[in-house]
């Protein structure tokens, strides 16, 4: 099929263009390398694809181009750009929040009004659950997210919704649960984790390491992202997550034994925006896009481990 994926050259969107090309797929990777965190690292992340004869990189922001002319064409749209990043979501940074998550998501949906893809993939997060109180979290559980990240991911999501609701665009978005492995962003946990370990440094620990997680593994996502290709119901939410949680401060000595080094701790303070457990009920996701997770978190955990150790060279 041929496919558009933004956001490509990031850490999930490189991962799933190599599947799709591997798979067969002709794709166009659009991404504007924003400064978030070093241009290096996205640019490693998309250069083996730039020599695949069926895939081709548009370097811009989807903000200034012909959105209309770009998905001519395109059967399957996966929207996986935005301005990613929890903790620096407030203050002055939430216009840019607004602007790559809110309103480029509006403009790609109205230019797909007239282009019509036989589907729309939004890659959405858990950030949209927030305080929730129901665990392991459904797809039907209230949403109180406490990030102006997790505001806008939920806003764009909610326009999805509405665009295939009132104009029967084929939307479908997954709810991604802290995605790790190879290729991980630095600002996440597991990398500046393994980074620091690596460098003889302590390890930032926001809060008191009680906080619990829903793990979920590149390729896990991947999957899902890719079934979601033909499966699932248009206008439908999904999680997919690792299907069960960890606590934090439990992972560290499979940290120890993965490294073979002993880990030292920085307690700092916790940051507003961070939620204290994710965990998510993925038997929607099974049922509909038939996901199964198959990756240990150990597993998972030893693979990061060495691409952190070739990229800085420990």
Request: aromatic content about 10%; some cysteine.
């Amino acid at each position: 099929m041929i496919c558009l994926v933004t956001g490509a050259a990031g850490f999930i969107g490189s991962h799933l263009c190599r599947r799709l090309l591997k798979d067969g797929h002709t794709v166009t990777g659009v991404d504007c390398f924003t400064d978030f965190y070093p241009r290096l690292m996205k640019e490693k992340n998309i250069e083996p694809l730039l020599k695949h004869a069926r895939f081709r990189l548009i370097a811009k922001d989807l903000d200034g181009l012909d959105l209309h002319e770009i998905l001519k064409g395109v059967e399957v749209l996966f929207h996986l750009a935005a301005q990613a990043g929890v903790r620096s979501s407030w203050g002055q940074n939430f216009t840019i929040y607004t602007r790559n998550n809110i309103q480029v998501t509006q403009k790609i949906l109205e230019a797909a009004r007239d282009t019509t893809p036989l589907r729309i993939v939004y890659a959405s997060t858990s950030s949209v659950y927030g305080l929730t109180p129901i665990l392991p979290m459904t797809e039907t559980a209230p949403l109180y997210p406490v990030s102006p990240y997790g505001v806008t991911k939920l806003a764009a999501e909610q326009l999805c919704f509405l665009y295939h609701k009132s104009f029967g665009l084929p939307t479908l978005s997954l709810r991604f649960f802290t995605v790790y492995g190879p290729g991980q962003r630095p600002d996440m946990a597991f990398h500046k984790f393994f980074q620091a370990i690596g460098e003889g440094r302590e390890i930032p620990i926001f809060g008191d390491g009680r906080q619990t997680r829903d793990f979920t593994y590149i390729d896990d996502i991947v999957e899902a992202t890719v079934a979601a290709m033909t499966l699932g119901r248009p206008g439908e939410t999904y999680n997919v997550g690792g299907g069960h949680r960890e606590t934090l401060s439990d992972l560290f000595p499979m940290m120890e034994e993965i490294t073979g080094k002993k880990i030292r701790i920085a307690w700092v303070e916790k940051q507003k925006g961070d939620m204290a457990d994710t965990f998510a009920d993925i038997h929607k996701a099974r049922r509909e896009l038939g996901y199964s997770p198959r990756t240990p978190l150990e597993q998972g955990l030893r693979a990061e481990w060495n691409w952190v150790r070739e990229i800085y060279h420990f």
